[in-house]
């Protein structure tokens, strides 16, 4: 933008033109002159300029001021260009990779424009927004705050995110360590582990441990197959509890007071406590229902195996205990309540029709709660009623009790909640009150009689159960075929 300051046409006066633009070479609107402390205004002559020496004073917001001495000659006209600076400080920002280099195809953004390498750049003023993106690491983003005059470091680490890794092995009985931690399953896999070089070590019983490194990249699947572990020398081997080597046994591991004859441990052991002797072994005395292991020392329940001298596995658990992880614990509860305990829930429809000529067609849907502990199931519960009675539709409002005794069970012992097939059969006795709200009385209506019910238990504490009740003893509730929807609780497979 230009100023014409100029005045009158005598001999006494001259002009100054003020030429200002920005750091970018482009004219700055913004700009504002002063003339010895007076403003002047774009394109106009504020007052004569006379013959001598004037200070020309520019600003512009966000910029640095400009001055200029300008000897004003009778006349003449005097040109005068400016171009302002930026109030500024500067940014010097290094990006960090914990995996080495910086990482191929990254972006550094300032104020959402990119910044090239070596990442040093001059900022207004002010706070402004620092960004880094990578490929398979996590974005940052940060806010620094420019100084004037002044140089602002800033350090950003990059974080890569975390990859996994998948071991197969080729030996049987195998463990698979990673940075000492044991990974389950196979093939062994492990997920979110931090990118970089970790440790992996495979071991197992009667061969050497091989122990490598792997290299997990961001985000990223590492597979490692191990082969065949070499098979370790009888000197290498670690013997199980209560065997030892010896001169005697060739190096060889062997109960105590045996050596190594014929290929094989031979001679009268002198066997520890906690075992008996079993010809030329010792076998450990198990309790509790738990048998020997194949290592000639640990008592585990049917259905586990022994891996490191721990019984791992789903138990097969005696009569007198259940199941708790991966272990058996007495049930302290009664014989009677042995069976199953379970807080009870459902929505049960039943339809059927009675004896009584005169009644057709009945029906019920209901919600009840109540126990189940053993045998007893008790349950109270409220629900709509329907039926036609000598051709009369009805529509009741129900509530009552129902009692059950179970008489028979199938598979018999606790209950596998798991388990499609849960067979039962027993007596039941209902006892309902009726509101008709189709105009007719309130009354109780009773009835006796044996149920014969299939419950699944498809998920721990959820089932379904189909069932069948025939009527012995009743005023006017049918027999009935129903299905019920249940919600248990503490059922003992369920904990």
């Known amino acids: 933008m230009e100023w014409d300051l100029v005045a009158g046409r005598c001999s006494r006066t001259g002009a100054i033109r003020v030429s200002v633009t920005g750091p970018d070479g482009a004219p700055l609107a913004t ?18 300029l006379e013959r001598g020496n004037h200070r020309v004073v520019i600003t512009a917001p966000g910029m640095r001021e400009e001055t200029r001495d300008v000897e004003v000659t009778p006349g003449q006209t005097r040109q005068v260009d400016v171009t302002l600076q930026q109030l500024a400080g500067a940014l010097r920002l290094e990006v960090r990779n914990p995996l080495g280099a910086p990482p191929p195809g990254m972006r550094v953004l300032v104020d959402s424009r990119p910044l090239a390498a070596p990442f040093t750049t001059s900022l207004p003023v002010g706070v402004h927004r620092v960004e880094v993106l990578a490929e398979n690491f996590r974005p940052l983003s940060r806010e620094v705050s420019i100084l004037l005059d002044q140089s602002v470091e800033l350090v950003l680490l990059l974080e890569p995110f975390p990859g996994s890794v998948r071991v197969l092995t080729r030996t049987g009985g195998s463990q698979v360590f990673l940075d000492g931690a044991r990974i389950e399953g196979e093939p062994a896999l492990r997920t979110n582990v931090p990118a970089g070089v970790h440790t992996l070590r495979v071991e197992a019983r009667g061969h050497r441990p091989r122990v490598s490194e792997v290299t997990v990249l961001p985000g ?39 050596v190594w004859a014929g290929g094989r441990c031979r001679g009268e052991p002198r066997c520890p406590r906690s075992t008996v002797q079993r010809g030329e072994v010792c076998e450990p005395v198990c309790a509790e229902g738990r048998v020997p292991m194949t290592d000639g020392f640990t008592c585990c329940y049917p259905g586990q195996a022994v891996y490191d001298g721990v019984c791992r596995g789903v138990p097969r658990c005696p009569g007198d205990r259940v199941r708790r992880g991966e272990t058996c614990v007495t049930d302290r509860s009664p014989a009677f309540f042995r069976h199953s305990a ?25 919600a009840s709660f109540g126990f189940q502990a053993g045998p007893v199931e008790m349950l109270l519960g409220a ?4 039926g036609r009675v000598t051709n009369r ?45 189709t105009g007719g009385p309130q009354r109780f209506q009773g009835r006796f009689g044996f149920y014969l019910a299939e419950t699944a238990y498809l998920l721990c504490g959820l089932g379904l159960r189909v069932y069948y009740e025939q009527t012995l003893v009743t005023e006017s509730l049918p027999s009935s075929l129903g299905v019920t929807i249940l919600a248990t609780s503490g059922r003992p497979a369920c904990r």
């Open 342 to 366: 379970a807080g009870l829930f459902g929505v049960t429809w039943a339809t059927g029709s009675g004896d009584n000529p005169n009644l057709t067609r009945v029906g019920r849907v209901q």
């Open 220 to 258: 990223r699947e590492a597979a490692v197959e191990v082969p065949a572990l070499e098979e370790a020398g009888p000197e290498e081997l670690e013997c199980n509890p209560g065997r030892s080597r010896s001169a005697r046994t060739e190096g060889h591991c062997c109960w105590e007071g045996q």
């Open 31 to 48: 700009a504002q002159v002063r003339i010895d402390q007076a403003q002047v205004a774009a394109g106009s002559a504020s007052r004569p």
């Open 383 to 386: 629900g709509y009623g329907y």
């Open 393 to 437: 539709e009805l529509s009741s409002v129900t509530g009552g009790l129902a009692v059950g005794v179970q008489l028979f069970s199938w598979p018999r012992g606790d209950h596998n909640v798991f388990s499609p097939i849960n067979l039962s059969a027993g007596l039941l006795g209902d006892f309902v009150m009726v509101s008709n709200r």
